[in-house]
DNA sequence: GCCGTTTTCGGCCCGACTGTTTTCAGTCG
């Protein structure tokens, strides 16, 4: 009897490994690699268990020898010796102590071994009786620290949605670049490489007079409190709660240090590496050679790279997934922008559970520049989104044809988004889905069926001839529930078989298929994928810009993205499919 | 514990800041 364990499961239980070894003092090195397997086994598009019965563990990085016994041992017998025996000198709830900012393994230990503090409420409670300060290591000013991070830690556990973030970084920049002696500004951290959520908003900005632009930081009028400030670094709060950091460098370091703030962190680990191997040493002030001690590059990013011999890499790429090699072997992607985009997929009107009227709809898009919308009502099933009827369909189809006529600059797409039922089939019959120009179709209900039931639907779907698109894929919503079961690979298979493109859905807290799924997908089974923004209303249009932020992270080109050709090869690539199942 | 066109052993990214310390450990990004 094997145990069906799931990629993050297993993630988790390597993750609290290595956090166990941390606290117990164990090689750095030794927690570094759990932390490294735990990572590369969440981001694997294949299950692990799977891998596992192939004999294919070890063709993954990070998993060795040792660590593919361990996950052998889980899978075979459901259960891990080394973690239980872990778990029992390191109990569960130490490590949420780390959670807290400002106490870190090393304090997390003593915490528990001194005064047995297990929790957050522990800590809290063994703070406020001042039993903290005679610790060793610990003082007045660690405990001070200490309950400023249990209130951070108790108010924000949900990450920040690059939708809320990122056009509040980009007033704030503008600003900046606004005031006198600021030569450059921009986002740096997550928030420039386009991640779906972020944790806090780090702004660099290069000045010769620090002094002068701190003060100037200061009276933005989106900061509402100063939280911090020093020489280099400005912390604030500005609206809603949320924390913006501001780095100041000189202007000779401005590349260097954009470049090491931007991260990711794996990124600049290899990037460093590299430079290691060269007798190099990267840092936010530049690149160097170690023997002389001269500064190789460090005005901009394009001379970092360029003295690796690399091209730029765009922000959203720089994540560790094969981006240096590929940049290395000049295949990197030339990943799609907005201007490509030619039309939006998924929309909803008024015909369903949308708010804008289809004129509304075509008006807006003339605004954006699309020669295309496909109007994508739900279909009669969906109940709760008052879904058209036969007959709510040949009225919208009237309609659409009288605006097609009045704003001759774009075209209405008479378009349906189905539901997927528990049996895998859909709303209406082949002979009516066949009237539309594009189809797609959703799961929105089920959720909680197993992976074999869920698969099993969206295969169904996918081999239906008329379905162009299947919208978000796995279901998941950010910060509020997670993806569905399903097995992506299987999905990925037969879609790019059929001709069935996969929905990069652009609504902010959706952004399904995410970026790893997008490149695994086009990487590994060739797959096309459609961008929309399952817009609800107008304003929701705009949208189309995460989505197209997701899409780079996930290196996807033009060529990709059904919506980045014209309408007529659009109609040519979806009728692709039906010649493939042999329906004409 | 992982990994290898300079290695199967000996490495493993880098620096700032803070606080508790008399020269450094812990935390963070």
């Known amino acids: 009897m094997y145990t069906d364990w799931s990629n993050a499961e297993i993630a988790q239980i390597f993750e609290e490994i290595s956090e166990m070894l941390e606290v117990a003092g164990e090689s750095p090195f030794r927690v570094a690699a759990y932390q490294k397997a735990a990572n590369a086994i969440r981001s694997q598009p294949e299950r692990i268990v799977d891998l596992f019965f192939q004999g294919k563990l070890r063709e993954v990085r990070g998993i060795g020898e040792s660590i593919a016994q361990k996950i052998g041992e889980l899978i075979e017998s459901g259960g891990l010796r080394y973690y239980e025996e872990l778990k029992e000198k390191i109990p569960f709830s130490v490590l949420k102590l780390m959670q807290v900012p400002g106490v870190g393994p090393k304090k997390a230990r003593i915490l528990y071994e001194e005064l047995n503090i297990q929790t957050v409420d522990d800590l809290e409670k063994a703070v406020k009786e001042q039993k903290l300060r005679d610790l060793k ?43 006198e002696g600021v030569e450059q500004a921009s986002a740096a951290g997550s928030l420039r490489r386009l991640k779906e959520t972020i944790g806090d908003i780090d702004i660099l900005v290069a000045t010769l007079d620090s002094e002068k632009v701190i003060e100037k930081i200061m ?91 690399l091209p730029l890499i765009p922000p959203p790429l720089r994540e560790d997934r094969g981006e240096i090699e590929a940049a290395f072997e000049g295949k990197l992607p030339t990943i799609i922008e907005f201007f490509d985009i030619k039309g939006d997929l998924h929309v909803h009107s008024i015909y369903s559970d949308g708010a804008a009227r289809l004129e509304e709809l075509a008006v807006e898009g003339i605004k954006l520049g699309y020669s295309y919308l496909a109007v994508c009502d739900h279909a009669q099933r969906l109940r709760v989104a008052r879904g058209m009827t036969p007959e709510d369909v040949e009225k919208r189809l009237k309609e659409i ?19 997927i039922e528990n049996d895998g089939t859909v709303d209406y019959p ?22 074999e039931e869920i698969t099993y639907r969206t295969l169904k779907a996918i081999e239906n001839p008329y379905i162009n698109i299947i919208c978000h894929p796995t279901g998941r919503i950010i910060n509020k529930r997670p993806a569905f079961e399903i097995d992506l690979p299987k999905v990925f298979q037969l879609a790019a078989e059929t001709g069935t493109f996969l929905e990069l859905n652009s609504y902010p807290d959706r952004l399904d298929l995410k970026d790893e799924h997008l490149l695994i997908a086009k990487r590994d089974y060739g797959c096309k994928f459609a961008i929309g923004t399952d817009a609800h209303g107008l304003v929701h249009l705009a949208n189309i810009r995460y989505g197209v932020a997701t899409a780079q ?15 007529t090869e659009v109609f040519t690539l979806i009728k692709e499919k039906q010649k493939k199942l042999g329906v004409s």
């Open 553 to 567: 992270r996930g290196w996807l080109e033009k060529k990709d993205v059904l919506n980045s050709y014209s309408l």
């Open 219 to 309: 009276r933005l009028p989106q900061v509402k409190e100063v939280l911090a400030a020093g020489e280099t670094k400005i912390s604030v709060r500005v609206q809603s709660d949320l924390q913006v950091d501001f780095r100041l460098v000189k202007p000779e370091n401005y590349g260097a240090a954009l470049q090491y703030f931007t991260g990711s962190k794996e990124h600049n680990i290899k990037l460093r590496e590299i430079a290691k191997k060269k007798g190099w040493k990267i840092n936010e002030y530049g690149l160097f050679e170690v023997a002389t001690n001269s500064k190789l590059a460090g005005q901009n990013e394009e001379e970092i790279y360029q003295m690796f011999g």
């Open 430 to 451: 082949l002979e009516l889905l066949a009237t539309f120009d594009l189809v797609s179709a959703s799961v929105h209900w089920g959720f909680g069926q197993t992976r």
């Open 137 to 179: 290591g610990f003082g007045a000013k660690t405990e001070e620290n200490i309950v400023r991070g249990i209130a951070i830690y108790r108010q924000g556990q949900e990450r920040l949605l690059l939708s809320d973030a990122l056009p509040l970084a980009e007033e704030i920049v503008s600003h900046l670049r606004e005031i």
């Open 401 to 419: 044809e009288k605006i097609n006529q009045r704003y001759p600059e774009i075209k209405l797409l008479n378009g349906v988004e189905l539901n």
